[in-house]
């Protein structure tokens, strides 16, 4: 009998290595800890082969049953360097395997499935094959998945316990652990891979009670964590820990937790009636003029909406249907100053729309307006009001803005004190004068261009000066405020 399994073994390992199984990509040959799997094994399938991604301390069972035929089973599963791990074949008079299996170490596993003799074997048949995690042991080192709890005991000979687990950025966790027995004072500390503590609780936060709580935990970077529960003091007993994923978990579901994007990236994600908007973050400097897109994909009926926002998550720009058919753009938009930005990607009348559905995100750093703007002049925005001063010694400022073909803007110049004979110019990108104006209605000496169109994009220039004709003084001073404003279409 010894004989026969070790020459079943050596079979099996052959065949693991060098024999192909029937076409089956990665992705559907890899088992769920909670599914079903079903396959026919005959002369010219003899095997087939799946894989589970497993944790150390997981126990997980294994039920192989056959459905119809004659099909004597075999079950072998495998770490990823080659280990056996488990190996059954059927007794006599069963009709399947059942077996649980503890993961001995964080790992992939390789889930064999074939007859009895594989290639030179004489049955066939159908089977079922369903695998059910039935938890996690207790054991110092086990790793845990969201959700699972687990019991533990701290005393004077084991005064702290430790496990592990595998965090996404953006994964939001409540850790608790709470006292089951004795006089424990739960103690929690989670550490990241390089030993450095990112999160630790003696009580519960407004309970009256002395258990540890970590609520509202933001991973910030992808990889393995421990939780370490100890004791305050010398108190010791029983306790139950548990690590939980937040409903808002995930990067960019949350604004504490915002995915990245950088210039130049486009992301892919969807929305739905229970995540309606995703939030993501990049830096940017003074003057960066930027484009965001937010461009449906290629299934569902996604109606996109767009949001910029300043640090505060105060809006600064938003769009609906800038783009192409119902897709969203914010387009050229200048950075007030350096800082961090978010974007809100969402869908036309958020949290009581209707459309749902994938898109694409893109950022786009465009050429900088302003790189031939001479040093020393100052840049607007619109909405934006300066003051300044006319006289011998200064006889004109310059400031410069952006703006795009086709917006419509006024810039007034009104005059504070002195005698100033207000005089406006508004200049191209090659300092060419597109408008002037020296007196607005009325003649009271103030300057104003109203409603004038822009011809094209780019920067501009606006020149605040006196007037300096053969009709009047041109020798006026005084103090002014100059704002500048866009119209609505």
């Known amino acids: 009998m010894i004989r026969l399994c070790l020459c079943l073994l050596i079979?099996?390992?052959?065949?693991?290595?060098?024999?192909?199984p029937r076409e089956i990509s990665a992705d559907d040959a890899r088992i769920e800890h909670e599914g079903l799997i079903t396959g026919v094994l005959n002369a010219e399938n003899a095997r087939d082969v799946f894989f589970v991604d497993g944790l150390r301390g997981e126990v997980i069972r294994f039920e192989l049953d056959i459905v119809d035929g004659d099909l004597d089973p075999i079950l072998a599963v495998f770490d990823n360097v080659g280990q056996l791990a488990l190996?059954?074949?059927?007794?006599?008079?069963?009709?399947?395997?059942?077996?649980?299996?503890?993961?001995?170490?964080?790992?992939?596993?390789?889930?064999v499935v074939g007859r009895f003799g594989y290639s030179l074997g004489t049955t066939s048949g159908s089977y079922e094959l369903r695998m059910t995690r039935k938890g996690v042991l207790s054991e110092r080192g086990s790793t845990l998945r969201y959700g699972d709890s687990v019991i533990g005991t701290i005393s004077d000979t084991n005064a702290e316990v430790y496990y592990t687990f595998q965090a996404e950025q953006g994964d939001i966790l409540t850790i608790s652990m709470v006292r089951s027995s004795g006089t424990l004072d739960p103690y929690l500390r989670v550490v990241d891979s390089e030993r450095f503590v990112i999160a630790e609780n003696d009580d519960q936060p407004g309970a009256e009670t002395r258990n540890a709580r970590i609520d509202a935990l933001i991973i910030q970077e992808t990889g393995a964590y421990i939780v370490m529960a100890t004791r305050y003091d010398d108190s010791s007993g029983s306790f139950v820990l548990s690590v939980e994923?937040?409903?808002?978990?995930?990067?960019?579901?949350?604004?504490?937790?915002?995915?990245?994007?950088h210039f130049g990236d486009t992301r892919t994600a969807s929305l739905s009636p229970l995540r309606f908007e995703r939030f993501y973050a990049f830096d940017a400097s003074e003057n960066d003029l930027i484009t965001i897109s937010?461009?449906?994909?290629?299934?569902?009926?996604?109606?996109?909406?767009?949001?910029?926002?300043?640090?505060?998550?105060?809006?600064?720009?938003?769009?609906?249907?800038?783009?192409?058919?119902?897709?969203?753009?914010?387009?050229?938009?200048?950075?007030p100053a350096d800082a961090r930005y978010y974007i809100i990607a969402t869908r036309f009348d958020g949290n009581v729309g209707v459309t749902s559905g994938e898109y694409r995100l893109s950022l786009e750093l465009l050429d900088d307006p302003f790189a031939v703007v001479p040093p020393g002049v100052v840049s607007l925005n619109y909405g934006t009001s300066v003051t300044g001063l006319i006289n011998d010694d200064n006889q004109a400022d310059t400031y410069a803005f952006y703006g795009r073909r086709g917006e419509i803007v006024s810039i007034s110049m009104t005059r504070v004190d002195g005698n100033l004979d207000a005089l406006l110019e508004l200049l191209n990108s090659a300092q060419e004068v597109v408008t002037r104006n020296d007196d607005r209605a009325g003649n009271d000496q103030n300057a104003l261009i109203d409603n004038f169109a822009l011809?094209?994009?780019?920067?501009?220039?606006?020149?605040a000066r006196r007037y300096a004709g053969t009709d009047g003084d041109p020798d006026t001073y005084g103090s002014y405020v100059l704002v500048l404003a866009e119209r609505p279409g």
């Open 455 to 463: 011809p094209a994009t780019g920067a501009y220039y606006i020149r």
């Open 87 to 111: 190996f059954r074949d059927d007794s006599a008079a069963a009709t399947g395997i059942h077996h649980d299996l503890t993961m001995q170490r964080t790992a992939r596993y390789f889930v």
């Open 245 to 261: 994923e937040a409903d808002n978990s995930g990067s960019g579901t949350s604004p504490q937790a915002p995915l990245p994007i």
């Open 294 to 335: 937010m461009d449906r994909g290629d299934s569902g009926d996604l109606d996109s909406f767009l949001y910029l926002t300043d640090s505060e998550f105060t809006p600064l720009a938003e769009d609906d249907d800038s783009g192409e058919g119902q897709n969203a753009k914010i387009i050229d938009f200048r950075i």
């Open 11 to 20: 079979s099996l390992l052959s065949l693991a290595a060098n024999a192909q």
